[in-house]
């Protein structure tokens, strides 16, 4: 059975030149420890040297990105996009590694002091 209560709406008022402000947090401030947990978790995704794994799910993505543009915009047929597909897919993993590898290494040096 539907519900036939609604829900309670949250108020918005305006200010004198109509304009509605957001509310800002409403919940419980997050303690030192939850602060700090979600700094470094962010700090350590970072850190993490690259892997060809992260580099090839990264490549289909954007090959399949690439096939679908190619058969919107350039009226290929799928059957014709897949080769193209294919070599970008070959292209975009090793770039993309290196190009972490890259990014990786120069973090890695900020974070040393070098």
Known sequence: MAQTRKRRQSKHRG???GMVEAR?????KP?????AASA???QDRFSKPPTWQGA?????LAAGI????TVLFFKFSIVQALPLVAVMTLLYV???YYTDLWIYNRRQKKLQGG
């Open 56 to 60: 090839f799910q990264r490549a289909l």
């Open 31 to 35: 303690t030192e420890g939850e602060r």
């Open 40 to 42: 470094n978790g962010r």
């Open 94 to 96: 090793p770039l993309g």
């Open 15 to 17: 200010n004198a030149a």
């Open 24 to 28: 800002g947090r409403t919940g419980r």
């Open 66 to 69: 690439f096939g679908v543009l």
